[in-house]
């Protein structure tokens, strides 16, 4: 089993920062790609950010230059250092990885956290 545990989420007013942190923990051999994605009240969920193992990283257009994600590869810990923050930054974030668990055959599959609130309001 993995699970994927987000802390850092909460209330900020306009222009305000926020940190989100996402650790990954169980049965894990590798770790592909760790990152976050968003969802706000009736719309899809789409892309925030995301970093491979490697350190690439790649990042929606709405939050580039605002946001910065890093990744503890010892840790599987995932960061979401979010400045200026805007009321559209509003949404559930949810942490994504792609790894492979212990075992064989080799299993590679998409996981996720269970969303934490990020509310930008004066």
């Known amino acids: 089993q993995v699970q994927l545990v987000e802390s850092g989420g909460g209330l900020v007013q306009p222009g305000g920062s926020l940190r989100l942190s996402c650790a990954a923990s169980?049965?894990?051999?590798?770790?592909?790609?760790m990152g976050w994605f968003r969802q706000a009240p009736g719309k899809q969920r789409e892309l925030v950010a995301t970093?491979?193992?490697?350190?690439?990283?790649n990042y929606a257009d709405s939050v580039q230059d605002r946001f910065t994600i890093s990744l503890d590869n010892a840790k599987n810990t995932v960061s979401l250092q979010m400045n200026s923050l805007k009321p559209e930054d509003t949404a559930a974030y949810y942490c994504?990885?792609?790894?492979?668990?212990?075992?064989?055959?080799?299993?590679?599959?998409?996981?996720w956290g269970q969303g934490t609130q990020v509310t930008v309001s004066s």
């Open positions: 169980g049965n894990i051999f590798s770790m592909n790609v």
């Open positions: 970093v491979t193992n490697g350190g690439s990283t």
């Open positions: 994504y990885a792609y790894l492979a668990t212990v075992g064989w055959p080799r299993r590679w599959s998409n996981y």
